[in-house]
């Protein structure tokens, strides 16, 4: 590939990871923060009521390990697909968003559709995504044998 085209490629697809980590962080930290909205969303969204601080603590804590894996590009497979399914999880559960998109902040959710897309793009492409952990780890074997 073009060396130019390759570095456009691999700065791209860092920016599409920063602008997610910027959102999912946000939710991460929300789990730490403000426990009690984290179980409103929960209940509202995803009909798990009774979320207590301590389970919202666990998953801000198993939210941030992957997060920090996908921002890093470590385990490309499992982080962008796990980072894809946990806001397509999101996205879909909010269909009744979607129905009456304006009434009241309805839609601010429509948001959600470009970062899905954008997510499915670091997916697909994520053996080009250069500027990783994994492929540093890819080039430094590659260079020892």
Not at 53 to 73: H, R
Not at 111 to 129: G, H, K, N, S
């Amino acid at each position: 590939m073009d060396t130019v085209l390759q570095h456009r490629l691999n700065l791209s697809l860092l920016l599409l990871r920063i602008g997610v980590v910027i959102v999912m962080g946000i939710w991460t930290i929300d789990k730490f923060v403000n426990p009690a909205h984290a179980s409103a969303v929960f209940a509202h969204f995803y009909h798990i009521s009774d979320l207590s601080v301590n389970t919202s603590y666990i998953l801000g804590v198993l939210q941030l390990a992957i997060v920090v894996c996908f921002l890093a590009g470590f385990m490309r497979t499992w982080s962008y697909g796990l980072v894809f399914l946990m806001h397509a999880g999101s996205t879909l559960s909010s269909y009744a968003r979607y129905i009456e998109p304006w009434e009241k902040t309805n839609l601010l959710f429509f948001a959600a559709w470009p970062m899905l897309a954008a997510l499915a793009v670091l997916f697909i492409l994520r053996e080009y995504d250069n500027w990783t952990i994994d492929a540093r780890r890819l080039q430094n074997s590659e260079a020892i044998s």
